[in-house]
């Protein structure tokens, strides 16, 4: 089985497909200055883009996993993913404190995804 690429850059493609799997890169916000609330909201429209490039959307979400670069944040950003995620569709998930990348970085998410 062959793998198709998305996005590929110098460092990492932002979506591997293989064998009907959608396997999306760590998604940050661009815009780092926004709080939790206003990060997580651009990172899941960041997700329903590419899973929509991949052929597949937030209702086939197999598994995703959050980094929190603090748990104080676990409250506002579950606020917005409560809002996003599909009902009744609500994929396995785990959520973790973890030093980001960059300091002004408050979330970061992954996930797989079956494609439609």
Sequence with gaps: ?????????????EVAIHNGTVYLAGQIAEDATQNIEGQTREVLGHIDRLLGEAGSDKTKILSCQ???????????????????????????????EAKLARPELLVEIIIVAAQK
Excluded: C, Y
């Excluded at 089985?1 to 493609?13: C, P, T």
């Design 1 to 13: 089985m062959s793998v198709q690429r998305l996005h590929v850059g110098k460092r990492l493609s």
């Design 66 to 96: 959050i980094f929190l670069s603090d748990v104080k944040d676990f409250a506002g950003m579950n606020a917005v993913w409560d809002e996003w995620v599909a009902p009744g569709n609500a994929p396995p998930r785990a959520t973790v």
